[in-house]
């Protein structure tokens, strides 16, 4: 099956910890992304990457990291400077050819600080 | 990207035709309109998108009026598991840097037995 994968689902850690969440995908695009949601709330973009080794900040990147050295993997760390990390985390990914580029997202992980 | 209004909220029964409406009249000519929906807790799903012509796929069809400013998502036969919040969204199709999508309040639609 082609898709996104994104693990864990559920994913708690302490404060001051860093954690970083998996985001693999098998649909050869070129482009993926990692978005935040709070409840009730749209998405926020935290980082994309149009290309391989290449990453680009979205609207909230403080306090987060990513790579992007392989083209199925972007891995996003929240570090211990996220003030409040506590979200659900969705990844997408999405090929710009043609006259579209959509995206297609993960499962997400649900973040949790205690 | 254009600003859509969407029903906060819609009941469709069991088997019947779940109609979701969208108005997007400040759409340009170089915007497509886009669909997905969000079941609870799960990654939101893309459905369906145009840009002036009518499209139909496995999921669903989206009827887009003739001057664009509005349009209609159409669940031919919806069923419990149609029951989400779906979202209209109007961007540029084509690669931009940082191409985000944004999502408004969307659509609750709960479908009943």
């Known amino acids: 099956d082609g898709g996104i994968t994104q693990s864990p689902k559920y994913l708690f850690r302490k404060e001051g910890q860093n954690v970083t969440l998996s985001c693999e995908q098998n649909?050869?695009?070129?482009?993926m992304y990692w978005y935040r949601q709070d409840p009730g709330q749209g998405l926020r973009l935290i980082y994309y990457s149009q290309i391989v080794n290449d990453f680009q900040k979205g609207d909230i990147a403080e306090g987060y990291s990513v790579s992007r050295e392989k083209k199925e993997s972007f891995p996003l760390t929240v570090t211990s400077a996220q003030k409040n990390p506590t979200a659900f985390y969705l990844c997408a990914s999405s090929e710009p050819s043609g006259a579209t580029d959509t995206q297609y997202f993960g499962p997400g992980t649900r973040l949790t600080v205690l | 990207d254009a600003k859509t209004t969407q029903p906060p909220s819609m009941d469709c029964a069991e088997g019947r035709a779940a109609n979701l409406p969208c108005n997007h009249s400040t759409i340009s000519g170089n915007e497509y309109v886009y669909w997905y929906r969000q079941i609870h807790s799960q990654g939101p799903q893309y459905i369906i998108h145009?840009?002036?012509n009518n499209e139909t796929n496995e999921m669903a069809s989206l009827i887009i009026t003739e001057d664009r400013k509005s349009s209609t998502l159409i669940l031919p036969h919806a069923t419990l598991r149609d029951t989400a919040v779906y979202y209209c969204?109007?961007?540029?199709?084509?690669?931009?840097?940082?191409?985000?999508?944004?999502f408004g309040e969307g659509t609750q639609l709960t479908v009943n037995p």
């Open positions: 969204i109007v961007r540029v199709a084509r690669w931009t840097s940082g191409s985000r999508l944004t």
């Open positions: 649909l050869n695009h070129d482009a």
């Open positions: 145009g840009l002036k």
